[in-house]
């Protein structure tokens, strides 16, 4: 047999194993907590039921990047395909999700929930669009509780004087002004060394953030303030989402759905055992706190939230039931 026929054999032998791998499309999803979080529960379970509904078309491949400003620019220009963020950045690109920002919004997360799913959720969605970002669905990190390294907060005049990380998110950054903190915006890589530094003395986060990230390492105090619920969001590029087929399309839909819930369902679980937890790692947990005084030394701040945000989708958000 001639050189160039055992060469044309052997090409026809192992196509068929090389066509599925060429034909594969990868997709990277970006988010910024430790894979074994509320996050990296949501984008696997995602990555599998698409994974298993394309046949095995696409790879999608999960990545952590702790700056989330970054990572929705990165899906915004199409460097990624996606991104799994909480929304305390995300104003910075479509303000109208700084509405749900603004604290003590949420009655509890039953509420949260039914607001997002409901017709003022998925309208939020839609404003992605004209910023060149697809909003898929909405995830959750849940409510946000404030630690700190120097002292137990049990009343709204404890926090006067605390340096306080937040995100960069306008709407955070008045709340804790008005209580007489001195907000400092960062982004959440930078966190753990400005603890650590003492450039900050504490931050505010949900539960799952900080068990998931050990803050009780640098951290002496927790006060479930309960101050803000955080919602989360899958972001991603509209052009990826444009190439699919229908079919592909709506498989993906249905897995961002199975991912949301298997977020929620983490969330949920983070947070019946999240606070024994913090308190065997060694951390002060104040756990009864006074959200109506809390709501009354932020009356200024409220008062600025009418003004600068969309009061009639905030007292639509205050008065949702469920049906």
């Not at 008045?174 to 504490?202: C, H, I, K, N, Y």
Request: hydrophobic content about 45%; glycine content about 8%; proline content about 5%.
């Amino acid at each position: 047999m001639t050189l160039s026929r055992r060469l044309a054999l052997a090409a026809a032998f192992l196509a068929p194993l090389a066509g599925p791998a060429l034909a594969q499309t990868q997709i990277t999803i970006q988010h910024p907590l430790p894979l074994n979080s509320h996050y990296g529960a949501g984008a696997t379970a995602l990555k599998e039921a698409f994974e298993r509904a394309s046949g095995g078309r696409y790879n999608v491949v999960i990545q952590r990047n702790d700056n989330e400003r970054e990572a929705i620019e990165s899906a915004q220009i199409g460097t990624i395909e996606c991104v799994v963020t909480s929304t305390g950045p995300v104003g910075n690109f479509v303000p109208e999700t700084r509405n749900l920002d603004v604290p003590f919004l949420f009655r509890d997360t039953a509420h949260a929930r039914g607001v997002l799913d409901s017709e003022i959720g998925q309208q939020m969605l839609g404003r992605f669009s004209a910023r060149g970002l697809a909003g898929v669905v909405w995830m959750e990190n849940g409510f946000r509780h404030l630690t700190n390294s120097r002292r137990e907060v049990n009343t709204p005049a404890d926090i006067r004087g605390l340096k306080v990380r937040t995100m960069e998110n306008q709407v955070h950054m008045r709340a804790f002004s008005t209580l007489g903190a001195l907000p400092t915006p960062m982004a959440f890589s930078e966190l753990v060394p400005a603890l650590q530094q003492g450039t900050v003395d504490g931050q505010e986060n949900p539960i799952p953030v900080i068990v998931a990230n050990n803050l009780n390492q640098v951290q002496r105090y927790l006060t479930l303030t309960g101050h803000v619920y955080s919602p989360a969001i899958l972001i991603c590029n509209p052009g990826m989402l444009a190439r699919m087929s229908a079919a592909d399309r709506a498989a993906f839909m249905e897995a961002a759905k199975a991912g949301a819930a298997a977020n929620r369902a983490r969330v949920t679980s983070d947070e019946q055992s999240g606070v024994d937890e913090l308190r065997r790692r060694g951390m002060t947990v104040v756990t009864q706190v006074d959200a109506a005084a809390f709501q009354t030394a932020l009356a200024a701040a409220f008062t600025e939230y009418e003004r600068t945000l969309d009061g009639a989708l905030l007292r639509r958000i205050r008065e949702w039931r469920a049906n």
